[in-house]
Protein backbone atom coordinates (compact mmCIF):
# COMPACT_ATOMS: atom_id res chain seq x y z
CA UNK A 1 0.00 0.00 0.00
CA UNK A 2 1.14 3.69 -0.98
CA UNK A 3 0.55 6.85 0.85
CA UNK A 4 -1.59 9.02 -0.56
CA UNK A 5 0.66 12.35 -2.34
CA UNK A 6 -0.46 15.89 -1.60
CA UNK A 7 0.77 18.25 -4.26
CA UNK A 8 1.20 21.68 -2.76
CA UNK A 9 1.64 23.83 -5.72
CA UNK A 10 -1.94 23.66 -5.94
CA UNK A 11 -2.41 25.62 -2.73
CA UNK A 12 0.64 27.70 -3.68
CA UNK A 13 -1.01 28.75 -6.74
CA UNK A 14 -4.44 29.64 -5.52
CA UNK A 15 -5.89 28.56 -2.06
CA UNK A 16 -9.01 28.78 -3.07
CA UNK A 17 -9.78 27.10 -6.19
CA UNK A 18 -11.78 23.90 -6.68
CA UNK A 19 -8.52 22.07 -6.42
CA UNK A 20 -6.88 23.34 -4.18
CA UNK A 21 -9.83 22.82 -1.27
CA UNK A 22 -10.07 19.24 -2.94
CA UNK A 23 -6.34 18.94 -1.81
CA UNK A 24 -6.87 20.46 2.00
CA UNK A 25 -9.81 17.99 2.43
CA UNK A 26 -7.61 14.63 1.07
CA UNK A 27 -4.60 15.88 3.37
CA UNK A 28 -6.85 16.11 6.29
CA UNK A 29 -8.30 12.67 5.58
CA UNK A 30 -5.54 11.34 4.91
CA UNK A 31 -4.22 12.46 8.36
CA UNK A 32 -6.70 11.12 10.11
CA UNK A 33 -7.09 7.17 7.88
CA UNK A 34 -2.77 7.15 7.78
CA UNK A 35 -0.91 9.04 10.09
CA UNK A 36 1.06 9.65 7.42
CA UNK A 37 1.21 11.07 3.97
CA UNK A 38 3.46 11.60 0.86
CA UNK A 39 4.22 15.50 -0.23
CA UNK A 40 5.07 16.89 -3.74
CA UNK A 41 6.50 20.79 -2.65
CA UNK A 42 8.02 22.72 -5.56
CA UNK A 43 9.97 24.97 -3.26
CA UNK A 44 12.04 22.07 -2.47
CA UNK A 45 15.02 21.12 -4.62
CA UNK A 46 15.40 17.08 -3.99
CA UNK A 47 19.18 18.04 -4.67
CA UNK A 48 19.27 19.63 -1.59
CA UNK A 49 18.55 16.96 0.93
CA UNK A 50 21.29 15.11 -1.31
CA UNK A 51 23.82 17.31 -0.16
CA UNK A 52 22.48 17.50 3.62
CA UNK A 53 23.04 13.70 3.81
CA UNK A 54 26.65 14.28 2.20
CA UNK A 55 27.78 16.36 5.08
CA UNK A 56 25.78 14.42 7.41
CA UNK A 57 27.26 11.77 6.38
CA UNK A 58 31.05 12.98 6.80
CA UNK A 59 30.22 14.46 9.92
CA UNK A 60 28.90 10.87 11.73
CA UNK A 61 32.07 9.35 10.19
CA UNK A 62 34.52 11.36 12.65
CA UNK A 63 36.33 9.66 15.35
CA UNK A 64 33.92 9.41 19.00
CA UNK A 65 36.62 12.03 20.49
CA UNK A 66 35.32 14.37 17.96
CA UNK A 67 31.82 13.54 18.06
CA UNK A 68 31.75 13.31 21.81
CA UNK A 69 33.11 17.28 21.60
CA UNK A 70 29.31 17.91 19.94
CA UNK A 71 27.45 16.38 23.26
CA UNK A 72 25.22 18.88 24.93
CA UNK A 73 23.31 17.03 27.69
CA UNK A 74 22.41 19.95 29.98
CA UNK A 75 19.96 21.09 27.34
CA UNK A 76 18.61 17.33 27.29
CA UNK A 77 20.40 16.98 24.10
CA UNK A 78 17.51 18.71 22.02
CA UNK A 79 21.33 20.30 20.22
CA UNK A 80 24.07 19.20 19.12
CA UNK A 81 25.22 15.15 19.11
CA UNK A 82 22.74 11.91 21.17
CA UNK A 83 25.33 9.72 21.62
CA UNK A 84 24.25 6.11 20.37
CA UNK A 85 23.04 4.43 23.29
CA UNK A 86 21.47 7.09 24.93
CA UNK A 87 17.60 7.83 23.68
CA UNK A 88 15.18 4.80 24.82
CA UNK A 89 12.69 4.23 22.88
CA UNK A 90 9.42 5.46 24.92
CA UNK A 91 7.82 1.80 23.99
CA UNK A 92 10.17 0.33 25.84
CA UNK A 93 8.56 0.98 29.23
CA UNK A 94 5.09 2.73 28.54
CA UNK A 95 2.21 0.62 29.29
CA UNK A 96 0.05 3.01 26.78
CA UNK A 97 2.88 1.62 24.27
CA UNK A 98 2.60 -2.21 25.45
CA UNK A 99 -1.43 -1.61 24.92
CA UNK A 100 -0.66 -0.44 21.22
CA UNK A 101 1.21 -3.56 20.50
CA UNK A 102 -1.06 -5.90 22.40
CA UNK A 103 -3.51 -4.73 20.21
CA UNK A 104 -1.10 -5.14 16.92
CA UNK A 105 -2.21 -8.53 15.42
CA UNK A 106 0.71 -10.72 16.07
CA UNK A 107 2.36 -10.98 12.70
CA UNK A 108 1.90 -6.94 12.56
CA UNK A 109 3.65 -5.92 15.61
CA UNK A 110 6.88 -4.60 15.92
CA UNK A 111 10.35 -5.89 17.23
CA UNK A 112 10.67 -6.54 20.70
CA UNK A 113 12.97 -3.68 22.27
CA UNK A 114 15.42 -4.82 24.33
CA UNK A 115 17.62 -1.77 24.79
CA UNK A 116 18.28 1.85 24.05
CA UNK A 117 18.81 2.94 20.19
CA UNK A 118 22.12 2.04 18.95
CA UNK A 119 21.84 5.51 16.41
CA UNK A 120 23.04 8.83 16.94
CA UNK A 121 20.90 12.45 15.66
CA UNK A 122 22.57 15.87 15.62
CA UNK A 123 19.66 18.58 16.85
CA UNK A 124 20.40 22.01 15.32
CA UNK A 125 17.77 24.55 16.09
CA UNK A 126 15.38 26.35 13.13
CA UNK A 127 13.29 29.38 14.55
CA UNK A 128 12.05 31.97 12.77
CA UNK A 129 12.05 34.08 16.10
CA UNK A 130 15.16 35.27 18.75
CA UNK A 131 15.02 33.64 21.16
CA UNK A 132 13.26 36.24 24.19
CA UNK A 133 14.73 36.04 27.77
CA UNK A 134 12.12 33.93 29.47
CA UNK A 135 12.60 31.11 27.08
CA UNK A 136 12.93 27.55 28.21
CA UNK A 137 16.79 27.24 27.92
CA UNK A 138 16.65 23.92 26.23
CA UNK A 139 13.99 24.79 23.67
CA UNK A 140 16.23 28.35 22.55
CA UNK A 141 19.41 26.79 22.90
CA UNK A 142 21.87 26.32 19.50
CA UNK A 143 24.53 23.93 18.56
CA UNK A 144 28.02 25.25 17.32
CA UNK A 145 28.93 24.91 14.03
CA UNK A 146 31.41 21.72 13.83
CA UNK A 147 34.77 22.44 12.91
CA UNK A 148 35.80 21.54 9.41
CA UNK A 149 32.24 21.87 8.02
CA UNK A 150 32.43 25.66 5.64
CA UNK A 151 28.85 24.91 4.42
CA UNK A 152 27.28 23.81 7.65
CA UNK A 153 24.89 26.61 8.41
CA UNK A 154 23.98 26.80 4.83
CA UNK A 155 22.92 23.56 4.00
CA UNK A 156 21.02 23.03 8.06
CA UNK A 157 19.37 26.08 7.62
CA UNK A 158 18.56 25.66 3.86
CA UNK A 159 17.09 22.17 4.23
CA UNK A 160 15.81 22.98 7.81
CA UNK A 161 14.10 26.11 6.37
CA UNK A 162 12.36 24.40 3.62
CA UNK A 163 11.21 21.67 5.74
CA UNK A 164 9.84 24.52 7.83
CA UNK A 165 7.72 25.95 4.79
CA UNK A 166 6.48 22.83 4.27
CA UNK A 167 5.44 22.03 7.05
CA UNK A 168 3.69 25.69 7.39
CA UNK A 169 1.65 25.27 4.63
CA UNK A 170 0.39 21.83 5.50
CA UNK A 171 -0.89 23.63 9.05
CA UNK A 172 -2.88 26.02 6.32
CA UNK A 173 -4.28 23.08 4.32
CA UNK A 174 -5.30 21.20 7.12
CA UNK A 175 -7.21 24.15 8.64
CA UNK A 176 -8.98 24.30 5.30
CA UNK A 177 -9.27 20.61 5.03
CA UNK A 178 -11.43 20.32 7.81
CA UNK A 179 -13.65 23.80 7.17
CA UNK A 180 -11.60 25.76 9.90
CA UNK A 181 -9.42 28.68 9.01
CA UNK A 182 -6.01 28.24 7.66
CA UNK A 183 -4.84 30.15 10.33
CA UNK A 184 -5.49 27.80 12.93
CA UNK A 185 -2.99 25.22 13.22
CA UNK A 186 -0.58 27.65 11.36
CA UNK A 187 -0.80 29.96 14.36
CA UNK A 188 0.22 27.25 16.44
CA UNK A 189 3.82 26.88 15.22
CA UNK A 190 4.75 30.05 13.18
CA UNK A 191 7.18 30.61 15.67
CA UNK A 192 7.66 27.82 17.39
CA UNK A 193 11.26 25.80 18.30
CA UNK A 194 11.57 23.97 14.92
CA UNK A 195 14.07 21.15 15.47
CA UNK A 196 16.60 19.39 12.54
CA UNK A 197 17.52 16.55 13.56
CA UNK A 198 18.83 13.92 11.36
CA UNK A 199 19.57 10.58 13.06
CA UNK A 200 23.13 8.50 11.53
CA UNK A 201 22.99 4.34 12.18
CA UNK A 202 26.49 3.02 11.64
CA UNK A 203 25.42 -0.35 8.84
CA UNK A 204 29.08 -0.89 8.90
CA UNK A 205 28.43 -1.91 12.41
CA UNK A 206 24.74 -2.59 12.78
CA UNK A 207 24.21 -4.71 9.06
CA UNK A 208 21.94 -7.89 10.50
CA UNK A 209 18.04 -8.39 9.35
CA UNK A 210 16.05 -7.15 12.34
CA UNK A 211 18.76 -5.35 14.36
CA UNK A 212 16.54 -2.31 15.79
CA UNK A 213 17.91 0.83 14.78
CA UNK A 214 15.15 2.91 16.60
CA UNK A 215 12.43 0.95 18.21
CA UNK A 216 8.55 1.13 18.27
CA UNK A 217 7.85 4.92 19.19
CA UNK A 218 5.78 7.68 18.33
CA UNK A 219 7.43 11.89 17.82
CA UNK A 220 6.61 14.24 20.12
CA UNK A 221 6.24 16.88 17.26
CA UNK A 222 3.43 18.53 15.87
CA UNK A 223 4.51 17.04 12.36
CA UNK A 224 7.60 15.37 11.16
CA UNK A 225 9.05 15.82 7.74
CA UNK A 226 11.90 14.31 5.85
CA UNK A 227 13.34 13.16 2.33
CA UNK A 228 14.17 10.25 1.02
CA UNK A 229 17.07 8.27 2.99
CA UNK A 230 19.50 6.19 0.81
CA UNK A 231 18.72 3.13 2.93
CA UNK A 232 15.55 1.54 3.59
CA UNK A 233 14.27 0.08 7.07
CA UNK A 234 11.84 2.83 8.07
CA UNK A 235 8.26 1.19 8.62
CA UNK A 236 5.46 2.75 10.31
CA UNK A 237 1.53 1.52 11.48
CA UNK A 238 -1.64 2.71 9.68
CA UNK A 239 -5.64 3.06 10.32
CA UNK A 240 -5.22 2.93 14.25
CA UNK A 241 -1.86 0.61 14.01
CA UNK A 242 -4.18 -2.14 11.82
CA UNK A 243 -1.58 -1.59 9.24
CA UNK A 244 1.64 -2.41 8.82
CA UNK A 245 3.53 -0.40 6.18
CA UNK A 246 7.19 -0.50 4.48
CA UNK A 247 7.40 3.53 3.97
CA UNK A 248 8.79 3.81 -0.15
CA UNK A 249 9.10 7.56 -0.49
CA UNK A 250 8.43 8.50 -3.41
CA UNK A 251 10.94 10.30 -5.90
CA UNK A 252 10.48 13.99 -5.55
CA UNK A 253 8.89 13.63 -2.44
CA UNK A 254 8.78 14.33 1.56
CA UNK A 255 7.81 12.20 4.06
CA UNK A 256 5.42 13.72 6.60
CA UNK A 257 4.42 11.84 10.10
CA UNK A 258 1.55 12.81 12.75
CA UNK A 259 3.26 13.98 16.19
CA UNK A 260 1.79 13.80 19.39
CA UNK A 261 1.09 17.55 19.19
CA UNK A 262 -0.89 17.13 16.35
CA UNK A 263 -2.78 14.59 17.93
CA UNK A 264 -3.03 16.60 20.99
CA UNK A 265 -4.70 20.27 19.31
CA UNK A 266 -7.18 17.81 17.37
CA UNK A 267 -8.40 15.59 20.39
CA UNK A 268 -7.29 12.39 18.69
CA UNK A 269 -9.10 13.21 15.46
CA UNK A 270 -5.55 13.06 13.78
CA UNK A 271 -3.26 10.49 15.85
CA UNK A 272 0.28 10.58 16.60
CA UNK A 273 1.83 7.66 14.04
CA UNK A 274 3.81 5.34 14.97
CA UNK A 275 7.04 3.65 13.52
CA UNK A 276 10.07 1.96 13.66
CA UNK A 277 13.96 2.15 11.78
CA UNK A 278 15.04 -1.81 11.44
CA UNK A 279 17.72 -3.65 9.41
CA UNK A 280 15.58 -5.18 6.49
CA UNK A 281 16.79 -7.78 3.72
CA UNK A 282 16.54 -4.49 1.37
CA UNK A 283 18.30 -2.62 3.99
CA UNK A 284 21.27 -5.64 3.47
CA UNK A 285 20.80 -5.17 -0.30
CA UNK A 286 21.21 -1.36 -0.35
CA UNK A 287 24.68 -2.03 2.21
CA UNK A 288 26.15 -4.89 -0.31
CA UNK A 289 25.70 -2.18 -3.38
CA UNK A 290 26.69 0.87 -1.14
CA UNK A 291 30.39 -1.08 -0.44
CA UNK A 292 30.30 -2.07 -3.91
CA UNK A 293 30.30 1.78 -5.06
CA UNK A 294 32.43 2.72 -2.06
CA UNK A 295 30.06 4.89 -0.37
CA UNK A 296 29.59 5.95 3.08
CA UNK A 297 27.62 3.08 5.35
CA UNK A 298 26.35 5.90 7.04
CA UNK A 299 22.19 5.37 7.34
CA UNK A 300 21.33 9.09 7.61
CA UNK A 301 17.91 10.92 8.15
CA UNK A 302 17.13 14.25 7.04
CA UNK A 303 14.42 14.65 9.90
CA UNK A 304 13.18 17.69 10.95
CA UNK A 305 10.69 18.14 14.08
CA UNK A 306 8.30 21.13 13.85
CA UNK A 307 6.48 22.17 17.14
CA UNK A 308 3.73 24.42 18.75
CA UNK A 309 5.01 27.75 19.98
CA UNK A 310 6.60 26.88 23.58
CA UNK A 311 4.29 29.32 25.75
CA UNK A 312 1.13 28.10 23.94
CA UNK A 313 -1.06 25.58 25.84
CA UNK A 314 -1.55 22.16 24.10
CA UNK A 315 -5.35 21.50 24.19
CA UNK A 316 -7.87 20.06 21.83
CA UNK A 317 -9.68 22.71 19.37
CA UNK A 318 -13.27 21.61 18.04
CA UNK A 319 -13.24 20.33 14.70
CA UNK A 320 -16.11 21.05 12.37
CA UNK A 321 -17.97 16.90 11.66
CA UNK A 322 -15.35 14.99 14.12
CA UNK A 323 -15.79 14.04 17.77
CA UNK A 324 -12.06 13.23 18.53
CA UNK A 325 -11.94 10.51 21.09
CA UNK A 326 -14.16 9.98 23.87
CA UNK A 327 -13.15 11.61 26.76
CA UNK A 328 -10.72 13.65 24.82
CA UNK A 329 -10.32 17.02 27.47
CA UNK A 330 -9.04 13.84 30.06
CA UNK A 331 -6.52 12.50 27.60
CA UNK A 332 -5.24 15.59 26.35
CA UNK A 333 -5.28 18.09 29.31
CA UNK A 334 -4.30 21.65 28.46
CA UNK A 335 -0.52 21.93 29.61
CA UNK A 336 1.80 24.15 27.96
CA UNK A 337 3.53 23.29 25.23
CA UNK A 338 6.92 23.13 26.99
CA UNK A 339 6.12 21.26 29.89
CA UNK A 340 4.74 18.79 27.42
CA UNK A 341 8.00 18.66 25.64
CA UNK A 342 9.84 18.12 29.03
CA UNK A 343 7.92 15.65 29.98
CA UNK A 344 8.64 13.39 26.84
CA UNK A 345 11.99 14.06 26.97
CA UNK A 346 12.38 12.71 30.54
CA UNK A 347 10.51 9.47 29.32
CA UNK A 348 13.13 8.67 26.72
CA UNK A 349 16.16 9.30 29.32
CA UNK A 350 17.53 12.66 27.54
CA UNK A 351 16.31 15.49 30.25
CA UNK A 352 16.85 13.94 34.12
Known sequence: MDLPIINLDLFLNNPNSE???????????????????????????????SEFIDQMEKYYEQPE????????????????????????????????????????EEGSRPLVIEGPDPKLRYGWMITPKEPKDGDLELLKAQAKVPEGFPKWESLMNGWGGAMVQAVFTLSKMLGKGFNMDED?????????????????????????????LAGFHYDLAFMTIHGKSRYPGLTIWAKDNKI?????????????????????VTGGVIKAGYHQVTVTENTVKSIE????????????SSTLFSHIEQ???????????????EDAETKYPKMLAHEYVKMELSG?????
Not at 293 to 300: M, P, Q, T
Open 311 to 325: DRYLQPVKIPGHNGV
Open 65 to 104: EVLTKDVKPEVGYRVGLTPPSQESPRCKADPHCFDVIDAI
Open 244 to 264: KMSVKIPDGCLLVQAGKQLEW
Open 348 to 352: INLLG
Open 289 to 300: KAKEEGRSLWRV
Open 19 to 49: ESLAECAKLAESLIKYGAIAVRDPRVPMNLN
Open 184 to 212: TFYSMIKEGSHLLSPTGSDLNKYDQVNTI
